[in-house]
Protein backbone atom coordinates (compact mmCIF):
# COMPACT_ATOMS: atom_id res chain seq x y z
CA UNK A 1 0.00 0.00 0.00
CA UNK A 2 0.98 3.77 -0.73
CA UNK A 3 0.26 6.31 1.96
CA UNK A 4 -0.66 9.09 1.47
CA UNK A 5 -1.29 12.00 3.73
CA UNK A 6 -4.32 14.36 3.15
CA UNK A 7 -3.42 17.94 4.87
CA UNK A 8 -6.44 20.09 5.60
CA UNK A 9 -7.82 22.07 8.51
CA UNK A 10 -10.38 24.96 7.41
CA UNK A 11 -14.11 24.84 6.77
CA UNK A 12 -13.89 24.72 2.80
CA UNK A 13 -11.07 22.57 2.88
CA UNK A 14 -12.94 20.06 4.89
CA UNK A 15 -15.94 20.33 2.15
CA UNK A 16 -13.97 19.83 -0.35
CA UNK A 17 -11.90 17.06 0.75
CA UNK A 18 -14.00 14.57 2.28
CA UNK A 19 -15.12 13.53 -0.52
CA UNK A 20 -11.01 12.58 -2.21
CA UNK A 21 -10.89 11.05 1.11
CA UNK A 22 -13.60 8.88 1.56
CA UNK A 23 -12.47 7.52 -2.94
CA UNK A 24 -9.18 6.94 -1.07
CA UNK A 25 -10.60 5.06 1.82
CA UNK A 26 -12.02 2.78 -0.93
CA UNK A 27 -9.10 2.47 -2.52
CA UNK A 28 -6.83 -1.28 -1.81
CA UNK A 29 -3.62 0.34 -3.45
CA UNK A 30 -3.74 3.36 -1.10
CA UNK A 31 -3.85 4.03 2.51
CA UNK A 32 -5.31 7.19 3.49
CA UNK A 33 -4.01 9.21 6.29
CA UNK A 34 -6.15 12.54 6.77
CA UNK A 35 -4.49 15.14 9.21
CA UNK A 36 -6.30 17.41 10.28
CA UNK A 37 -4.30 20.79 11.38
CA UNK A 38 -7.09 22.51 12.82
CA UNK A 39 -6.85 25.68 11.53
CA UNK A 40 -10.21 26.16 12.33
CA UNK A 41 -11.84 24.38 15.38
CA UNK A 42 -15.31 24.53 15.45
CA UNK A 43 -15.76 25.03 11.67
CA UNK A 44 -13.72 22.17 10.88
CA UNK A 45 -15.43 20.01 13.61
CA UNK A 46 -18.71 20.51 11.73
CA UNK A 47 -17.98 19.05 8.44
CA UNK A 48 -16.28 16.17 10.10
CA UNK A 49 -19.33 15.45 12.19
CA UNK A 50 -21.23 15.66 8.41
CA UNK A 51 -19.02 13.30 6.72
CA UNK A 52 -18.20 10.90 9.29
CA UNK A 53 -14.38 11.25 8.80
CA UNK A 54 -12.54 11.81 11.87
CA UNK A 55 -8.79 12.39 11.24
CA UNK A 56 -5.55 10.06 11.61
CA UNK A 57 -3.82 12.74 13.06
CA UNK A 58 -5.27 16.16 15.11
CA UNK A 59 -3.02 18.89 15.23
CA UNK A 60 -5.34 21.34 16.91
CA UNK A 61 -3.41 24.04 15.90
CA UNK A 62 -6.30 27.04 16.34
CA UNK A 63 -6.06 30.14 18.45
CA UNK A 64 -8.22 32.69 18.78
CA UNK A 65 -7.30 35.73 16.67
CA UNK A 66 -4.24 34.15 15.57
CA UNK A 67 -2.13 36.26 12.72
CA UNK A 68 -0.97 34.68 9.66
CA UNK A 69 2.55 34.12 10.35
CA UNK A 70 2.36 32.93 14.01
CA UNK A 71 -0.26 30.14 12.25
CA UNK A 72 2.18 29.70 9.80
CA UNK A 73 5.02 28.90 11.85
CA UNK A 74 2.88 26.52 14.14
CA UNK A 75 1.77 24.67 11.06
CA UNK A 76 5.54 24.16 9.51
CA UNK A 77 6.71 23.20 12.65
CA UNK A 78 3.95 20.62 13.82
CA UNK A 79 3.27 19.55 9.89
CA UNK A 80 6.98 18.64 10.00
CA UNK A 81 7.07 16.49 12.61
CA UNK A 82 3.76 14.63 11.76
CA UNK A 83 5.62 13.85 8.34
CA UNK A 84 8.25 12.28 10.28
CA UNK A 85 6.08 10.39 11.90
CA UNK A 86 4.11 8.74 9.04
CA UNK A 87 6.90 9.31 6.51
CA UNK A 88 4.05 9.17 3.19
CA UNK A 89 4.47 8.38 -0.19
CA UNK A 90 2.59 11.80 -1.22
CA UNK A 91 1.55 14.71 1.21
CA UNK A 92 -2.70 15.75 -0.98
CA UNK A 93 -3.57 19.37 -0.22
CA UNK A 94 -6.32 21.85 -1.19
CA UNK A 95 -6.43 25.46 -2.67
CA UNK A 96 -5.27 28.19 -1.01
CA UNK A 97 -5.20 28.67 2.52
CA UNK A 98 -1.89 29.06 5.24
CA UNK A 99 -2.57 25.38 5.80
CA UNK A 100 -2.32 23.84 2.44
CA UNK A 101 0.77 26.53 1.38
CA UNK A 102 2.55 25.18 4.76
CA UNK A 103 1.96 21.60 4.20
CA UNK A 104 2.93 21.92 0.62
CA UNK A 105 6.47 23.63 2.19
CA UNK A 106 6.70 21.08 5.11
CA UNK A 107 6.41 18.14 2.11
CA UNK A 108 8.66 19.93 -0.18
CA UNK A 109 11.53 19.99 2.59
CA UNK A 110 11.29 16.53 2.97
CA UNK A 111 11.14 16.03 -0.81
CA UNK A 112 7.75 14.28 -0.21
CA UNK A 113 5.84 14.61 -3.72
CA UNK A 114 2.87 17.08 -3.27
CA UNK A 115 -0.29 16.51 -4.99
CA UNK A 116 -2.62 19.97 -5.17
CA UNK A 117 -6.68 19.76 -5.22
CA UNK A 118 -8.28 22.94 -7.05
CA UNK A 119 -5.02 24.39 -8.79
CA UNK A 120 -4.67 26.85 -11.05
CA UNK A 121 -7.52 29.75 -9.60
CA UNK A 122 -5.81 33.01 -10.40
CA UNK A 123 -6.76 36.79 -10.39
CA UNK A 124 -3.10 37.95 -11.13
CA UNK A 125 -3.43 40.33 -8.18
CA UNK A 126 -1.62 39.26 -4.91
CA UNK A 127 -3.87 41.10 -3.17
CA UNK A 128 -7.11 40.33 -3.93
CA UNK A 129 -7.69 37.88 -2.41
CA UNK A 130 -5.05 38.29 0.08
CA UNK A 131 -3.32 36.20 1.26
CA UNK A 132 -4.88 33.44 -0.61
CA UNK A 133 -3.55 34.16 -4.10
CA UNK A 134 0.14 33.58 -2.71
CA UNK A 135 -1.18 30.66 -0.98
CA UNK A 136 -2.30 28.88 -4.26
CA UNK A 137 0.97 30.40 -6.54
CA UNK A 138 3.42 28.88 -3.90
CA UNK A 139 1.56 25.33 -3.59
CA UNK A 140 1.37 24.97 -7.34
CA UNK A 141 5.03 26.13 -7.33
CA UNK A 142 6.24 23.16 -5.34
CA UNK A 143 3.17 20.66 -6.55
CA UNK A 144 4.26 17.66 -8.59
CA UNK A 145 0.22 17.22 -9.99
CA UNK A 146 -2.21 19.57 -10.10
CA UNK A 147 -5.66 18.73 -10.07
CA UNK A 148 -7.31 21.48 -12.01
CA UNK A 149 -11.24 21.91 -11.50
CA UNK A 150 -11.29 23.22 -14.82
CA UNK A 151 -9.82 23.96 -18.45
CA UNK A 152 -9.23 27.62 -17.38
CA UNK A 153 -7.65 26.73 -14.30
CA UNK A 154 -5.70 24.01 -16.38
CA UNK A 155 -4.75 27.16 -19.05
CA UNK A 156 -3.15 29.25 -16.14
CA UNK A 157 -0.83 26.48 -14.59
CA UNK A 158 0.41 26.11 -18.78
CA UNK A 159 0.95 30.01 -19.21
CA UNK A 160 3.43 29.86 -16.32
CA UNK A 161 5.25 26.69 -17.44
CA UNK A 162 3.61 24.08 -15.84
CA UNK A 163 3.88 20.96 -17.43
CA UNK A 164 0.88 19.62 -19.42
CA UNK A 165 1.53 16.46 -18.91
CA UNK A 166 1.45 16.84 -14.70
CA UNK A 167 -2.00 19.15 -14.83
CA UNK A 168 -5.58 16.57 -14.68
CA UNK A 169 -8.50 18.34 -15.42
CA UNK A 170 -10.97 16.89 -12.70
CA UNK A 171 -14.06 19.39 -12.07
CA UNK A 172 -14.19 20.73 -8.67
CA UNK A 173 -14.20 18.12 -5.85
CA UNK A 174 -17.01 20.54 -3.76
CA UNK A 175 -19.74 19.46 -6.25
CA UNK A 176 -19.08 15.96 -5.30
CA UNK A 177 -19.76 16.95 -2.06
CA UNK A 178 -22.56 19.10 -3.15
CA UNK A 179 -24.07 16.14 -4.90
CA UNK A 180 -23.86 13.92 -1.94
CA UNK A 181 -25.73 16.67 0.65
CA UNK A 182 -28.31 17.73 -1.84
CA UNK A 183 -29.01 13.96 -2.21
CA UNK A 184 -29.69 13.33 1.24
CA UNK A 185 -31.40 16.71 1.47
CA UNK A 186 -34.10 15.22 -0.70
CA UNK A 187 -35.10 12.54 1.44
CA UNK A 188 -35.70 15.16 3.84
CA UNK A 189 -39.26 16.82 5.31
CA UNK A 190 -38.62 20.24 6.08
CA UNK A 191 -35.44 21.63 7.66
CA UNK A 192 -32.17 19.44 8.66
CA UNK A 193 -30.68 20.36 11.93
CA UNK A 194 -29.22 21.85 13.97
CA UNK A 195 -30.86 25.16 13.01
CA UNK A 196 -31.34 28.53 15.13
CA UNK A 197 -34.70 28.65 16.45
CA UNK A 198 -35.20 31.98 15.22
CA UNK A 199 -35.51 30.68 11.88
CA UNK A 200 -38.37 28.28 11.83
CA UNK A 201 -41.09 30.80 10.75
CA UNK A 202 -39.38 32.94 8.15
CA UNK A 203 -38.36 29.56 6.03
CA UNK A 204 -41.42 28.05 6.07
CA UNK A 205 -43.51 31.21 5.00
CA UNK A 206 -43.07 32.49 1.11
CA UNK A 207 -41.11 35.87 1.98
CA UNK A 208 -38.21 36.74 0.06
CA UNK A 209 -34.79 35.48 1.64
CA UNK A 210 -31.20 36.87 0.87
CA UNK A 211 -28.42 34.67 2.39
CA UNK A 212 -25.17 36.49 2.85
CA UNK A 213 -21.84 35.32 3.95
CA UNK A 214 -18.62 37.38 4.54
CA UNK A 215 -15.22 36.64 5.59
CA UNK A 216 -12.43 38.31 3.29
CA UNK A 217 -9.35 40.02 4.57
CA UNK A 218 -8.96 42.26 1.87
CA UNK A 219 -12.67 43.55 3.41
CA UNK A 220 -11.84 43.86 6.68
CA UNK A 221 -12.03 47.79 7.59
CA UNK A 222 -13.53 49.80 4.82
CA UNK A 223 -15.36 46.40 2.96
CA UNK A 224 -17.34 45.64 5.74
CA UNK A 225 -18.66 48.55 6.82
CA UNK A 226 -20.32 49.46 3.32
CA UNK A 227 -21.21 45.73 3.18
CA UNK A 228 -22.94 46.21 6.69
CA UNK A 229 -23.96 49.74 5.79
CA UNK A 230 -25.68 48.42 2.30
CA UNK A 231 -27.60 45.46 3.71
CA UNK A 232 -28.55 48.01 6.64
CA UNK A 233 -30.20 49.81 4.01
CA UNK A 234 -31.81 46.78 2.27
CA UNK A 235 -33.50 45.37 5.55
CA UNK A 236 -35.15 48.89 5.98
CA UNK A 237 -36.33 49.68 2.90
CA UNK A 238 -37.81 46.55 2.25
CA UNK A 239 -39.22 44.84 5.21
CA UNK A 240 -40.84 42.20 3.50
CA UNK A 241 -37.02 40.77 2.90
CA UNK A 242 -35.54 38.89 5.70
CA UNK A 243 -32.19 38.39 5.59
CA UNK A 244 -29.94 35.89 6.96
CA UNK A 245 -26.25 36.07 7.58
CA UNK A 246 -24.53 32.43 9.29
CA UNK A 247 -21.75 34.90 10.05
CA UNK A 248 -18.41 33.50 10.49
CA UNK A 249 -16.25 33.13 13.79
CA UNK A 250 -13.13 35.43 13.14
CA UNK A 251 -13.13 38.13 15.72
CA UNK A 252 -12.44 40.76 12.73
CA UNK A 253 -15.97 39.62 11.07
CA UNK A 254 -18.00 39.10 13.84
CA UNK A 255 -17.55 41.80 15.95
CA UNK A 256 -18.37 44.34 13.23
CA UNK A 257 -21.16 42.81 11.56
CA UNK A 258 -22.85 42.26 15.43
CA UNK A 259 -22.15 46.07 15.91
CA UNK A 260 -23.27 47.48 12.74
CA UNK A 261 -26.42 44.72 12.07
CA UNK A 262 -27.28 43.44 15.49
CA UNK A 263 -30.68 45.03 16.04
CA UNK A 264 -32.71 45.05 12.90
CA UNK A 265 -35.79 42.67 13.12
CA UNK A 266 -35.49 41.19 9.71
CA UNK A 267 -31.43 40.74 9.65
CA UNK A 268 -30.78 37.14 11.21
CA UNK A 269 -27.31 37.05 12.47
CA UNK A 270 -26.61 33.53 13.41
CA UNK A 271 -23.85 31.31 14.15
CA UNK A 272 -22.19 29.49 11.09
CA UNK A 273 -24.31 26.52 9.84
CA UNK A 274 -23.58 23.06 9.51
CA UNK A 275 -22.96 22.13 5.43
CA UNK A 276 -26.40 20.39 5.49
CA UNK A 277 -28.42 23.12 6.53
CA UNK A 278 -26.24 25.70 4.80
CA UNK A 279 -26.80 23.95 1.61
CA UNK A 280 -30.62 23.76 2.50
CA UNK A 281 -30.76 27.95 3.45
CA UNK A 282 -28.98 27.92 0.07
CA UNK A 283 -31.54 25.61 -1.73
CA UNK A 284 -34.67 27.74 0.07
CA UNK A 285 -33.26 31.55 -0.40
CA UNK A 286 -33.57 34.06 -3.18
CA UNK A 287 -30.34 35.49 -3.76
CA UNK A 288 -26.94 34.38 -1.92
CA UNK A 289 -24.65 37.83 -1.50
CA UNK A 290 -21.33 36.32 -0.37
CA UNK A 291 -17.50 37.02 -0.74
CA UNK A 292 -16.73 33.13 -0.50
CA UNK A 293 -15.09 31.15 -2.56
CA UNK A 294 -17.02 27.74 -2.69
CA UNK A 295 -20.47 29.62 -2.69
CA UNK A 296 -19.44 30.99 -5.93
CA UNK A 297 -19.23 27.27 -7.25
CA UNK A 298 -22.40 26.24 -5.44
CA UNK A 299 -25.41 28.53 -5.36
CA UNK A 300 -24.88 28.28 -9.48
CA UNK A 301 -25.82 24.77 -9.38
CA UNK A 302 -28.71 25.21 -7.58
CA UNK A 303 -30.14 27.47 -9.85
CA UNK A 304 -29.17 30.92 -7.22
CA UNK A 305 -28.20 34.30 -8.44
CA UNK A 306 -24.96 35.58 -6.75
CA UNK A 307 -24.01 38.78 -6.25
CA UNK A 308 -19.95 38.44 -4.91
CA UNK A 309 -19.18 41.49 -2.36
CA UNK A 310 -15.24 41.42 -4.42
CA UNK A 311 -13.59 43.63 -7.05
CA UNK A 312 -12.31 40.05 -8.27
CA UNK A 313 -12.52 36.42 -8.71
CA UNK A 314 -10.55 33.93 -9.49
CA UNK A 315 -13.42 31.82 -10.55
CA UNK A 316 -14.62 33.73 -13.60
CA UNK A 317 -16.61 30.62 -15.26
CA UNK A 318 -19.88 31.59 -13.61
CA UNK A 319 -19.15 34.82 -14.25
CA UNK A 320 -18.78 34.01 -17.83
CA UNK A 321 -21.59 32.04 -17.80
CA UNK A 322 -24.01 35.11 -15.89
CA UNK A 323 -25.44 33.42 -12.63
CA UNK A 324 -22.81 35.53 -10.46
CA UNK A 325 -21.98 39.17 -10.62
CA UNK A 326 -19.07 41.08 -9.06
CA UNK A 327 -20.72 44.10 -7.23
CA UNK A 328 -17.68 45.09 -4.78
CA UNK A 329 -18.44 46.45 -1.33
CA UNK A 330 -19.91 49.76 -2.15
CA UNK A 331 -23.55 50.10 -0.02
CA UNK A 332 -25.58 51.75 -2.41
CA UNK A 333 -24.48 49.42 -5.53
CA UNK A 334 -24.70 46.55 -3.04
CA UNK A 335 -28.85 47.58 -2.64
CA UNK A 336 -29.51 48.59 -6.24
CA UNK A 337 -27.70 45.30 -7.37
CA UNK A 338 -30.27 43.23 -5.07
CA UNK A 339 -32.99 45.29 -5.67
CA UNK A 340 -32.33 44.44 -9.38
CA UNK A 341 -33.17 40.81 -8.79
CA UNK A 342 -35.94 41.53 -6.44
CA UNK A 343 -38.05 43.83 -9.14
CA UNK A 344 -37.06 42.50 -12.39
CA UNK A 345 -38.26 39.14 -12.95
CA UNK A 346 -36.65 38.92 -16.56
CA UNK A 347 -33.05 40.04 -14.81
CA UNK A 348 -33.97 36.98 -12.13
CA UNK A 349 -34.57 34.60 -14.54
CA UNK A 350 -31.48 35.08 -16.37
CA UNK A 351 -29.31 34.96 -13.85
CA UNK A 352 -31.28 32.05 -11.55
CA UNK A 353 -30.93 30.16 -15.30
CA UNK A 354 -29.08 26.61 -13.37
CA UNK A 355 -25.28 26.22 -14.39
CA UNK A 356 -22.78 24.79 -13.49
CA UNK A 357 -19.25 24.91 -15.02
CA UNK A 358 -17.43 23.16 -12.14
CA UNK A 359 -17.56 19.76 -12.47
CA UNK A 360 -20.24 16.82 -12.42
CA UNK A 361 -19.53 15.65 -8.76
CA UNK A 362 -17.24 13.22 -10.33
CA UNK A 363 -13.79 14.77 -9.16
CA UNK A 364 -12.77 12.72 -6.55
CA UNK A 365 -12.57 9.52 -8.56
CA UNK A 366 -10.65 11.41 -11.07
CA UNK A 367 -8.04 11.75 -8.80
CA UNK A 368 -8.00 8.79 -6.80
CA UNK A 369 -7.41 6.76 -10.18
CA UNK A 370 -4.77 9.12 -11.20
CA UNK A 371 -2.92 8.82 -7.82
CA UNK A 372 -3.35 5.47 -7.80
CA UNK A 373 -1.70 4.96 -11.39
CA UNK A 374 0.92 7.76 -10.72
CA UNK A 375 2.13 6.55 -7.21
CA UNK A 376 2.56 2.41 -8.37
CA UNK A 377 4.27 3.73 -12.05
CA UNK A 378 6.53 5.51 -9.58
CA UNK A 379 7.63 1.76 -7.46
C1 LIG B 1 -9.33 30.96 6.43
C2 LIG B 1 -8.54 30.96 5.12
C3 LIG B 1 -9.39 31.45 3.96
C4 LIG B 1 -10.68 30.68 3.87
C5 LIG B 1 -11.40 30.75 5.20
C6 LIG B 1 -12.63 29.93 5.14
C7 LIG B 1 -6.17 31.54 5.26
C8 LIG B 1 -5.15 32.61 5.19
N1 LIG B 1 -7.44 31.92 5.23
O1 LIG B 1 -9.60 32.31 6.77
O2 LIG B 1 -8.67 31.26 2.76
O3 LIG B 1 -11.47 31.26 2.87
O4 LIG B 1 -10.54 30.23 6.23
O5 LIG B 1 -13.52 30.21 6.17
O6 LIG B 1 -5.82 30.39 5.34
N2 LIG B 1 -12.25 30.96 14.24
C9 LIG B 1 -12.86 30.29 15.28
N3 LIG B 1 -13.34 29.03 15.04
C10 LIG B 1 -13.28 28.43 13.83
C11 LIG B 1 -12.70 29.13 12.78
C12 LIG B 1 -12.17 30.39 12.99
O7 LIG B 1 -12.94 30.78 16.39
O8 LIG B 1 -13.75 27.28 13.70
C13 LIG B 1 -11.70 32.31 14.48
C14 LIG B 1 -10.41 32.25 15.34
O9 LIG B 1 -10.37 33.37 16.18
C15 LIG B 1 -9.30 32.32 14.29
C16 LIG B 1 -9.94 33.29 13.30
O10 LIG B 1 -11.31 32.91 13.25
O11 LIG B 1 -8.07 32.77 14.82
C17 LIG B 1 -9.33 33.31 11.93
O12 LIG B 1 -9.21 32.00 11.37
P1 LIG B 1 -8.17 31.77 10.14
O13 LIG B 1 -8.26 30.36 9.69
O14 LIG B 1 -6.82 32.28 10.52
O15 LIG B 1 -8.68 32.74 9.02
P2 LIG B 1 -10.05 32.76 8.22
O16 LIG B 1 -10.40 34.20 8.08
O17 LIG B 1 -11.01 31.83 8.81
N1 LIG C 1 -20.74 27.07 4.50
C1 LIG C 1 -21.28 26.31 5.54
N2 LIG C 1 -21.89 26.98 6.58
C2 LIG C 1 -21.98 28.33 6.63
C3 LIG C 1 -21.40 29.08 5.58
C4 LIG C 1 -20.78 28.42 4.53
O1 LIG C 1 -21.23 25.08 5.53
O2 LIG C 1 -22.55 28.85 7.59
C5 LIG C 1 -20.04 26.36 3.40
C6 LIG C 1 -20.40 26.77 1.99
O3 LIG C 1 -21.49 26.03 1.48
C7 LIG C 1 -19.10 26.48 1.23
C8 LIG C 1 -18.02 26.71 2.25
O4 LIG C 1 -18.67 26.66 3.52
O5 LIG C 1 -19.01 25.12 0.82
C9 LIG C 1 -17.37 28.03 2.02
O6 LIG C 1 -16.57 28.36 3.10
P1 LIG C 1 -15.99 29.82 3.31
O7 LIG C 1 -16.87 30.83 2.67
O8 LIG C 1 -15.71 29.94 4.75
O9 LIG C 1 -14.57 29.74 2.57
P2 LIG C 1 -14.11 29.99 1.05
O10 LIG C 1 -14.89 29.11 0.16
O11 LIG C 1 -14.30 31.45 0.77
O12 LIG C 1 -12.66 29.65 1.08
Known amino acids: MKRVAAIFGTRPEAIKMMPVVAELDRSDQIDCQFIATAQHREMLDQVIGLFERPPNLDLNLMKPGQTLAELSARLLTHLDQALEQLDPDLVLVHGDTTTSAMAGLAAFYRQIPVGHVEAGLRTGDLSAPFPEEFNRILTGRLARWHYAPTTGARDNLVAEGTPLKN ?75 NIVYPVHLNPRVKEPVHELLGDISNVYLIPPLDYLPFVALMRRSDMVLTDSGGIQEEAPGLGKPVLVMREK ?33 RHYAQMSEASNPYGDGLASGRIRQHLESVLIDTE
Open 313 to 345: TERPEALAAGTVRLVGTDPERIVNEVLQLLEDP
Open 167 to 241: ILVTGNTVIDALHQVSARLDRYEGFPQPLPAELGGILSDSSRLVLVTGHRRENFGQGFLGICQGLKRLAQSQPQV
